[in-house]
C-alpha cells in the first residue's frame, strides 16, 4: 500500500470509491471469521450468534454489537485519509451485510454461505426452482415477488426486515444458496443515497433475469466440489481476500 510518505511531492493519488471500501470491510471481516466458524471454533462461534441478533436492525442500535469487526475495519479503511460526507451510510450498508451473513450462516457447517459472485437476484431466482412446483412461472413465484418488495423498499429499515425474510428462506434451502456479501454490502451502500437508488433496483432486477439464461453449473455438484466458488476454509485471510477478488486497497 502506498503511503503518504512514499509519494513523489505533488503526486496526485486517486481515493478507491467508498462503495469498494464497504465491499472490502464486509468482505474482510466475513472471510476471516466464515473458516473458523465452519471449524467449528468456539470464539467464531460466539461472534456469529451475536452478530445473529443484529440481523435486520440499524448499526449501532444493538449496544452489544458496538464495536464488531466488520465496522473496525471500515473505520480503519476510512482512517487512511479518505474523506466521505456519508459515514454513515457506510456503516449501516457493512453492519446489515455483515449480521444478514451471520444469519444465513447459521447451523450451517458444510458451506460457507459468503461466497463470490453469488448475487441477490440469482439466489431468489435459484429458491424459486428449488421450492416452487414443477411448471410454476417464475414471474408469479410469492419469492420473486418478495424481490420485488426489496426493490421497492422506502427506507433502509423496510429493506433491512424484506432481505432478513429472503435470507431466512436461502437458509432452509434444500441446497446451499450463498450470497456475496460484499457486493451485497456495496448495494445497500449505494441504495441509501437517492440518485443511485434506481441504479441498485436495476441491478437486484437484472440479477434475477439472467439467472434464467445461466446454465445451472452447480447441478448435482456437492459443495466444496471441483468449480465451487465457495471461499476455501483452508486459505488465510490474506490468500482469502485475493481468492474472492477483493484485493487489498480495490
Not at 456503516?91 to 444469519?103: D, I
Not at 433491512?160 to 451485497?184: F, K, M, N, Q, S
Amino acid at each position: 500500500m502506498t503511503t503518504a510518505s512514499d509519494r513523489r511531492p505533488g503526486e496526485q493519488t486517486q481515493e478507491p470509491p467508498l462503495q469498494k471500501l464497504v465491499e472490502q470491510a464486509t468482505h474482510t471481516y466475513i472471510a476471516r471469521l466464515q473458516p473458523r466458524f465452519l471449524k467449528d471454533e468456539s470464539a467464531a462461534v460466539a461472534d456469529l450468534a451475536r452478530l445473529r441478533r443484529g440481523a435486520g436492525k440499524r448499526a449501532h442500535q444493538v449496544q452489544d454489537l458496538w464495536g464488531v469487526g466488520a465496522l473496525d475495519n471500515l473505520a480503519a479503511l476510512l482512517g487512511e485519509g479518505h474523506r466521505s460526507d456519508r459515514p454513515e451510510d457506510a456503516e449501516e450498508a457493512v453492519f446489515l451485510a455483515s449480521t444478514l451473513w451471520a444469519l444465513h450462516q447459521q447451523s450451517r457447517r458444510d458451506r460457507g454461505m459468503h461466497a463470490k459472485d453469488h448475487t441477490l437476484g440469482g439466489a431468489v431466482r435459484a429458491l424459486i426452482r428449488l421450492k416452487d412446483s414443477p411448471g410454476t412461472d417464475d414471474e408469479e413465484s410469492p419469492l420473486r415477488k418478495r424481490l420485488v418488495r426489496v426493490g421497492t423498499a422506502e427506507s433502509l429499515d423496510s429493506v433491512a426486515v424484506r432481505l432478513r425474510e429472503i435470507v431466512l428462506l436461502l437458509r432452509t434451502a434444500p441446497d446451499p444458496l450463498p450470497l456475496d456479501y460484499g457486493r451485497l454490502a456495496g448495494q445497500l451502500y449505494r441504495w441509501q443515497h437517492r440518485p443511485e437508488r434506481a441504479g441498485v433496483q436495476r441491478e437486484w432486477g437484472r440479477e434475477f433475469h439472467l439467472a434464467a439464461i445461466a446454465p445451472r453449473a452447480r447441478r448435482g455438484k456437492a459443495p466444496g466440489s471441483e468449480g465451487d466458488d465457495a471461499i476455501d476454509p483452508q486459505l488465510g485471510a490474506d490468500e482469502v481476500g485475493t481468492y474472492s477478488g477483493y484485493a487489498a486497497g480495490e
